[in-house]
């Protein structure tokens, strides 16, 4: 059984003035402008249709927090413009298990942004939202994805044969798996 929550979407600090805050209607136009990126678009799970669909998405992660069905953050300069997106979306609530996915704007790759946001956001699940097992996937040649997860401490399981299919150009694709258990040590001690 899961804890009770607060209502209220948690802030999270993270570095060089940026944080994690919750989804407005305002990231939708961002938010599909960020999927025109290549590197977000070669790797999104979904892109997303038009505008519509965008505020439908932005809808959907704004209230997943409030329904117990997860947490979803905006990355953003102090509740500024989108530069990116951190979703833990809950799988099974009886087991206490979810996934969680990422993706960051050019202009705030490579600076420790996207494992810190990992890192803090995982923290935060598995304490106050009483997960015990978070799964994240990525593309094999995702080398920079399975550097953020080791250095948040997601332990790599395996390869998923064929186990995401990418829109951008209909691809099947072998992922990488890892995982973070309540039980692993936190890699921020």
Known sequence: MRPVVARKHPRIELVDG??????????????????????????????????????????????????????????????????GSLRFALHDSGLGCGSVGYWLAPEVRGRGVASTALLLGTRFVLERLGWHRIELSHAVENERSCAVARRAGYRAEGVLRDGMRYPVDDRWSDEHLHARLVTDPDPLG
């Open 18 to 83: 940026l944080e994690l805050r919750g989804w407005r209607q305002d990231d939708a136009a961002p938010f599909l402008i960020a999927q025109r990126d290549p590197l977000v678009a070669r790797y999104a799970g979904f892109l997303l249709a038009d505008r519509a669909d965008a505020l439908q998405t932005v809808q959907r992660y704004a209230a997943a927090y409030a329904d117990g069905d997860g947490v979803a953050w905006a990355v953003s300069a102090h509740g500024g413009d989108l530069l």
